[in-house]
T-cell receptor, first 109, second 115 residues
Framework: GDSVTQMEGPVTLSEEAFLTINCTYTATGYPSLFWYVQYPGEGLQLLLKATKADDKGSNKGFEATYRKETTSFHLEKGSVQVSDSAVYFCALWDDKIIFGKGTRLHILP | ETGVTQSPTHLIKTRGQQVTLRCSSQSGHNTVSWYQQALGQGPQFIFQYYREEENGRGNFPPRFSGLQFPNYSSELNVNALELDDSALYLC??????????????FGNGTRLTVT
């Protein structure tokens, strides 16, 4: 069945560091791919999405490119801030939505 | 616009009991879905309702059931509670049933503890 695998956390970085959170997927169809973020004490929020191969989603300085050949959707940001500290979930949507386990990100000032 | 609201925020129940969780969807949204998020895990899809009909279900037993009302608010009912049902239950709404292209708007969840 369909699945999402993302790198285990926690990930701890200093402010202004480069961020990559890896996400790979398996799917039988042609899913849409998403990154959701959960800030402390809040519900999940959509961060970005891509609906077909080679699409790039971007928002708030974060980017991810839908790579069909490597079945990946890695999240990147060039310079992280303390306010980016949160849990990040990669997800795919084929016939139903499937989330990864989440990656907790800590940014140190 | 009013976001997705869930009630109650916390709940403690005993094994074997029944529970009802409630969700008010965001204004203008006619689709509601429910998720179970165990500690340290990602949300797992329970089911979705579109215009008062269930139109998608994950791998959850029939003791997990739901309703959607004409105002698009929704309930999640769980019968015969088990210890493993302890989790954060999330509700999300979206403006239509084309889930691949509709972003989900999540509530803050109901934390259910079964003892």
């Amino acid at each position: 069945g369909d699945s999402v695998t993302q790198m285990e956390g926690p990930v701890t970085l200093s402010e202004e560091a480069f961020l990559t959170i890896n996400c790979t997927y398996t799917a039988t169809g042609y899913p849409s791919l998403f990154w959701y973020v959960q800030y402390p004490g809040e519900g999940l929020q959509l961060l970005l999405k891509a609906t077909k191969a080679d699409d790039k989603g971007s928002n708030k300085g974060f980017e991810a490119t839908y790579r069909k050949e490597t079945t990946s959707f890695h999240l990147e940001k060039g310079s992280v801030q303390v306010s980016d500290s949160a849990v990040y979930f990669c997800a795919l949507w084929d016939d139903k939505i499937i989330f990864g386990k989440g990656t907790r990100l800590h940014i140190l000032p | 616009e009013t976001g997705v609201t869930q009630s109650p925020t916390h709940l403690i129940k005993t094994r074997g009991q029944q529970v009802t969780l409630r969700c008010s969807s965001q204004s203008g949204h006619n689709t509601v879905s429910w998720y179970q998020q165990a500690l340290g895990q990602g949300p797992q899809f329970i089911f979705q309702y579109y215009r008062e009909e269930e139109n998608g279900r994950g791998n959850f037993p029939p003791r997990f059931s739901g309703l959607q009302f004409p105002n698009y608010s929704s309930e999640l009912n769980v019968n015969a509670l088990e210890l493993d049902d302890s989790a954060l239950y999330l509700c999300a709404s979206s403006p239509d049933a084309d889930r691949k292209n509709s972003p989900l708007h999540f509530g803050n969840g109901t934390r259910l503890t079964v003892t």
